[in-house]
């Protein structure tokens, strides 16, 4: 089964953008792509993510061309 996880909003930045559930988010992804990784699920697992974010080995990332790093672009 291939998931498809909308992850456009992750941040690292040491805002309030990389706080809640950014935070929360980026652990989801953590813990599937070691599962992924470790063999523990047959899914496909593809986080759709404004820009490719370290640390999300086992996980495919595809880059949309949203520009969302401007506020405006979000609303």
């Given at each position: 089964m291939k998931i498809a996880i909308d992850a456009q909003l992750l941040s690292d930045q040491e805002s309030y953008r990389g706080a809640g559930v950014?935070?929360?988010?980026?652990?989801?992804?953590?813990?599937?792509?070691?599962?992924?990784?470790?063999?523990?699920?047959?899914?496909?697992?593809?986080?759709?993510?404004?820009?490719?974010?370290?640390?999300?080995?086992?996980?495919?990332?595809?880059?949309?061309?949203l520009r969302l790093e401007r506020p405006a672009a979000r609303i």
């Open positions: 950014s935070n929360y988010s980026r652990e989801l992804l953590r813990a599937l792509g070691e599962l992924v990784r470790a063999g523990a699920t047959p899914h496909n697992i593809t986080a759709y993510v404004h820009a490719r974010q370290p640390g999300l080995d086992g996980i495919e990332q595809a880059v949309t061309a």
